[in-house]
């Protein structure tokens, strides 16, 4: 097992409850890998506390990579949230420490 950090970035960005985090492997042979590994069902229970609606992944696969798109609670929002750095950038870091 490995951190998926160790073979991909991420990027991430959200809008109003929704977030999205794309990841890309550092190298095309790897992306297979993670076609197989980071599953719409990890996604979801790595995020479980965060977000309430279904996680939908999108393969790019002429990019080596994959967009996710989960939904938070409505007041989880980044204009409505109290919470400490709700924004979605900070959401990668999370998903790049998923085990693989």
Sequence with gaps: MMKLRTVAHARAGDKGNLVNISVFAYR??????????????????LFRELITGPVTRY???????????LQRRSTDSVTRSLRLDAHGKSLSSLMLSLEI
């Design 28 to 45: 095309d042979e790897d992306y297979a890998m993670l076609v197989e590994r980071v599953t719409e069902e990890r996604v979801n229970e």
């Design 59 to 69: 393969c790019v696969p002429n990019l080596c990579g994959l967009n996710f798109v």
